[in-house]
């Protein structure tokens, strides 16, 4: 099967357990999870699906050499993403860990068709799930890793931070060495880490997206003490949620729902507000080869380090924010 890619173009799957895992129900599900949470609701260019992106840390890890094994948790390394994403995270209260969808993974793969699929294939579903077991798939912060790196190129287009060309240059300076993603040179790595930055700042846990995720809290915990919604309906996806709240014909509910738009919000202060959120302060710090060493960007960038503790201040005391309408 060929799937047709916005960042690779046309992904080749070859692979028999593969084409079976994307055609369950549980992966297909993952079409219809905004990778942003709310973009389906601010609408204009944020839609990118859970299902994409996983495709894509799939062939990533396919195409710098991880074993089978890894490439299939990869694949399947959000399966438990709820609706809209992480905002389950501040529905739940774990903003700042932004691991709500780890703690439930058990609810999608235990008695799936997922874990029949694996189990034919000889694989152990509980070490699936642990992807502590796979150093390419995933890193700590600020560590490059396949999935870091998928929604970096993909997010970074989408937002118009890059072009193809920008990021068929990083692919042709990405290497794995000593099992670990880095890059050859320093130009990359130091461009890499700055505009994953800026996307981290204006976008992932920008004002606009910080606000609209607390919008629709509001509107979900309503529409859960009203009956319209039950926590099970996060195990579905966004359009059902959307679907129902739209069809319970419950005016204030549409209203706010409505409103959540891209341009809702202005940054406040703690004596004038609305809303006061906070979040992960994503960045990273990538490795690179420069005659024969291994450096990182903050030893070589001290603009950087100063920017991102910045970053990092600003997201731990929150923002405070208005909304216009």
């Known amino acids: 099967m060929r799937i047709p890619d916005r960042i690779y173009g046309d992904i080749l799957i070859d692979d028999p357990l593969v084409l ?15 990778q942003y949470g709310t973009g389906s609701l601010i ?8 299902f994409e992106h996983s495709i894509g840390v ?4 396919k195409r710098y050499g ?11 390394h959000d399966l438990s993403h709820t609706a809209f994403s992480h905002v389950a995270d501040h529905f739940y209260d774990v903003r700042r860990e932004n691991n709500y969808h780890e703690q439930i993974k058990e609810k999608f793969f235990l008695g799936s068709p997922v874990q029949q699929l694996l189990e034919q294939a ?6 699936i799930m642990e992807e502590e077991h796979y150093p390419l798939l995933e890193q700590p912060q600020p560590d490059l890793c396949a999935d870091r790196i998928d929604y970096f190129f993909r997010d970074c287009f989408v937002l118009g931070l890059h072009t193809k060309e920008d990021i068929a240059r990083y692919l042709s300076h990405l290497i ?3 099992g670990m993603f880095m890059l050859t040179t320093r130009e990359s790595a130091v461009k890499m880490a700055h505009t994953y930055l800026e996307a981290s700042q204006k976008f992932w846990i920008g004002v606009q ?21 039950t926590e099970k309906d996060f195990l579905t996806h966004d359009d059902a949620i959307i679907g129902k709240i739209k069809g319970s014909g419950d005016e204030c509910l549409i ?3 409505e409103s959540i738009s891209w341009d809702n919000f202005i940054l406040s202060g703690p004596d004038d507000y609305d809303l006061h959120t906070t979040g992960k302060a994503r960045y990273i710090d990538p490795p690179f080869l420069e005659e024969g060493k291994v450096l990182r960007v903050s030893n070589v960038d001290k603009a950087f380090v100063q920017t991102v503790a910045q970053f990092q201040e600003t997201i731990k005391k929150g923002y405070y924010l208005k909304r216009k309408q």
């Open 20 to 34: 079976h895992l994307i055609k369950t129900p549980q992966f297909s599900r993952l079409k219809h999870i905004n």
């Open 43 to 50: 609408g204009g260019k944020f839609l990118v699906n859970r």
């Open 58 to 61: 799939w062939s990533l890890l």
């Open 66 to 76: 991880a074993p089978r094994e890894e490439q299939i948790a990869g694949l399947l």
């Open 122 to 127: 000889g694989m152990d579903v509980h070490r």
């Open 176 to 178: 794995v060495q000593n």
């Open 209 to 229: 997206i910080a606000g609209s995720f607390e919008l629709l809290v509001i509107v979900l915990k309503k529409a859960m003490q009203k009956g319209i919604i």
């Open 255 to 257: 209203k706010d729902l």
